[in-house]
C-alpha cells in the first residue's frame, strides 16, 4: 500500500455523481465534509443505495492523480491499478492502494482494458465505486454492466445511457430519428476498406474515420484522398482496439471549414 502527500484542491472541484450535478461543500460552511455527504444533498441513486468508502480509478496518469485527490477531499480511500510497465508511475503511489492488472500476455495499454481483472481486484478488495476516468473504458456499456452485475457502483452514465449515446454510430441514428441535423456520415460502421471508399467517392473527399467507441480525440483519421484511404483505414482501426477495446469504425464527411 503506497501513500505520498497530495496537495488539496478547491473543494468545489468535487463532481462525484452519476448526474453530473456539481456539489459544493463549501456553501454549507457549518457542515464537514463528512457531514455534507451523509445528507441527501446529491440526485444520484447509486448514492442513495449505499456508501462510497473505497474507489478505484481504472485509468493512469495525470487522470488517476486527479481522481485521487478528490477521493482525499472526501476522505474516502483510494485504489490504483498498474499495468506491469507503469509499476514506476506516479499515480501507483499517489493512491492509498495499488494493484498491478492485467493478464498474461496483456500489452501496456490493453491492461488498462481487462474488465475481468479489473472486476476480480474489485471484488477481492471490497472497492465500493470505479471511476473510469476518460478514455480506456469509460465509454463501455459492458464495463458499466459487470460493475452493476457486482454490485460496483460505476462512476458515470448507466450501461443503458453508454449503450445509446457512447456508441457514435447509435447516437447518429438516434440523432436521425428526432431529425435533428448530423453530418453526412455512412449508415452505421464500414466493415471493411472498400464500403469506406464508396462513401467517400459518393461525398467526395476529404472524409474522417471515426472509432465508434472512441473518446479523447484517439481513432480517428482524416483522408484527403483515396490512395491515402487503406493505411488510414488500418491504422484507426488498429487504435480503436488498443484503446477501446473495439475496432468498430465509421466514416463522415469531413468539414475543412465549418
Known amino acids: ?27 454549507h460552511p457549518q457542515l464537514s465534509t463528512n457531514q455534507y455527504y451523509s ?19 481504472a485509468n493512469r496518469g495525470e487522470i488517476a492523480v486527479r481522481v485521487f485527490r478528490a477521493c482525499t477531499e472526501l476522505d474516502i480511500s483510494s485504489v ?20 498491478q492488472v492485467g493478464s498474461d500476455g496483456c500489452t501496456p495499454v490493453g491492461a488498462y482494458l ?10 477481492e478488495n471490497n472497492i ?10 469509460s465509454e463501455s456499456a459492458q464495463f458499466a454492466r459487470a460493475c452493476e452485475r457486482e454490485g460496483i457502483t460505476f462512476i458515470g452514465p448507466s450501461s443503458q445511457l453508454i449503450d445509446d449515446l457512447g456508441c457514435k454510430t447509435a447516437g447518429r441514428e438516434l440523432a436521425n430519428k428526432a431529425n435533428v441535423p ?16 464508396k462513401f467517400a467517392n459518393d461525398v467526395k473527399y476529404p472524409v474522417i474515420l471515426k472509432a465508434a467507441l472512441g473518446g479523447g480525440g484517439r481513432g480517428m483519421r482524416i483522408v484527403n484522398s483515396e490512395k491515402e484511404m487503406d493505411e488510414a483505414f488500418k491504422r484507426c482501426k488498429s487504435e ?15 468539414l475543412v471549414n465549418p
Not at 445528507?39 to 480509478?57: F, S, V
Not at 460502421?189 to 469506406?196: D, K, L
Open 114 to 123: 481487462d474488465q475481468k481483472d479489473i472486476i476480480r481486484i474489485c471484488k
Open 240 to 254: 480503436a482496439e488498443s484503446f477501446f477495446g473495439d475496432g468498430t469504425i465509421f466514416v463522415e464527411k469531413f
Open 182 to 197: 448530423v453530418i453526412p456520415g455512412s449508415d452505421g460502421p464500414v466493415n471493411n476498406v472498400n464500403e469506406a471508399k
Open 39 to 57: 445528507k441527501k444533498n446529491y440526485t444520484t441513486r447509486a448514492w442513495e443505495k449505499k456508501d462510497i468508502k473505497k474507489i478505484l480509478c
Open 1 to 27: 500500500m503506497w501513500r505520498v502527500p497530495i496537495r488539496r484542491a478547491c473543494p468545489s472541484s468535487v463532481y462525484f455523481n452519476n448526474n453530473t450535478s456539481f456539489i459544493n461543500p463549501t456553501s
Open 80 to 99: 490504483a491499478i498498474f499495468s506491469k510497465e507503469d509499476r514506476l508511475c506516479a499515480h501507483r503511489f499517489s493512491a492509498d492502494e495499488s494493484y
Open 128 to 137: 465500493d465505486a470505479v471511476h473510469p476516468g476518460y478514455g480506456f473504458l
